[in-house]
């Protein structure tokens, strides 16, 4: 799975969805793979025991309001979520889902989108795709420096790779 393209079953919560309900504040001292299991549960008890790799959050406004817990971000990854959609996010939700590697795409018609639908994400041409009804619905672009951050596994990952080149170039010279 790769930032440019993930094809996954679509799990839909509506506005305002809170990092509490995403990372809850009882198990934060938890490790991640405990914390993991109660993400989304007070809204979709299934959510953590169903989610697969490659699954699609689709969100309403605000996705992401609240504190700013990076643990949020941490949790949808531990559980393998290879995107979150919503028509907006909250801003720290949405810099750390960037910096954490997590696809957060903005789709103004997130909205229309059924759950349980199955989505082709293409991040570089900025759609998304259904599977069954061949919808596409078109989100706001990434540059393209995001989307390579992206996958490199996020904002220290892909430094960490940036200043590997640098030094093999400059051992080189």
Known sequence: MTAANNTGRVWKFGDNIDTDVLAPGLYMKSPLADLAKHCLEAVEPRFAKEVKPGDIVVGGRNFGMGSS??????????????AVVAPSFAGIFYRNALNLGLLALVCPEAGKIRADSVLVVDAISAELRDIETGKVYACEPLPGHLLQMIADGGLLAHLEKKLKV????EAQA
């Open 166 to 169: 640098q030094r093999s170039k």
């Open 69 to 82: 817990r990076e643990q949020a971000v941490m949790a949808l990854r531990e559980l393998g979520v290879g």
